[in-house]
Structures are given as structure tokens and as C-alpha cells.
């Protein structure tokens, strides 16, 4: 069943939930998801938490007629039975600077975003392309 994790906000007592999936979540149960939670992206983590993969919402683009049903499959059926352009997740952890994190994400092919994780590996937040774009705007 998806699961959150505890984020710290702006504020260090404000504390915000990053929703993420586990691999046994359905892909339907991502895409639902993924549409409630205003997001592009979710982290897939393993039995201990720990970020293995990520799904988009851009892989509902190669769900044809005769694959509709991997929706029903675990998120990591459905991103093998697609053949979605699969990298690893970009992970940065806290001590990045922004430089790096920036330079990592041109470098990385099919990664559009970098999850940062704390010391087991757990994600914490996404920092997108568009999240630095506003950043240095």
C-alpha cells in the first residue's frame, strides 16, 4: 500500500508527507496517485524504504489497448512490461550543492528530476528541472 514520508517544509517544525509507493502498489494505484497528489513523479521504495525506481505520469503515454492490462500489475511490472525508458533515480543527498545536483541532471538520460534521500536511502523530496528553472528565476 503506498506510504508517506515524513519531510521537513520550509519551516523546521512544519513537517509535509512525500506520498511514495511500494512494489507491491498497483500501477493504477500510482496513476491514482500520482493524480491526487498534484505530482509528476513518485518514488518506489522497497521493503525497507529504500528508493529503487520512480514512476511519471509520462508512462501512461505507452499504455496501449493490447498492454492495459499491467495497470493491475506492481509499479515495477509496469514500467518493465511497457519497456518505459528506465534509468536509475538521480540521488543526491543533503550535503549536493546545488552546481552538482544541476550538472547530475544533464547527465542523466530519462531523469528529470533528482530525489534527495537521507542516510538509509529513503527519499525525502524531488528536486525537478523546473523546481531549479524557478529557483534561478
Not at 23 to 32: F, G, P, T, V
Not at 48 to 62: C, N, Q, S, V
Request: hydrophobic share 40%.
Amino acid at each position: 500500500m503506498a506510504q508517506q514520508t515524513p519531510t521537513t517544509g520550509s519551516s523546521s517544525s512544519q513537517k509535509k508527507l512525500l506520498p511514495t509507493l511500494t512494489i507491491r502498489d498497483s500501477a493504477l494505484s500510482a496513476m491514482k496517485l500520482l493524480r491526487d497528489s498534484h505530482t509528476s513523479a513518485l518514488p518506489v521504495v522497497d521493503i525497507d524504504g529504500r528508493l529503487i525506481a520512480e514512476i511519471a505520469g509520462t508512462g501512461m503515454r505507452y499504455l496501449t489497448q493490447d498492454k492495459i492490462g499491467v495497470l493491475g500489475k506492481p509499479v515495477l511490472a509496469f514500467i518493465y512490461g511497457l519497456q518505459l525508458p528506465k534509468a536509475n533515480p538521480y540521488v543526491i543527498h543533503e550535503h549536493f550543492t546545488m552546481s552538482q545536483i544541476m550538472t547530475g541532471l544533464l547527465r542523466m538520460k530519462n531523469s528529470y528530476r533528482a530525489w534527495l534521500v537521507d542516510n538509509e536511502e529513503r527519499p525525502i523530496c524531488a528536486i525537478s528541472t523546473t523546481d531549479i528553472l524557478s529557483y534561478l528565476l
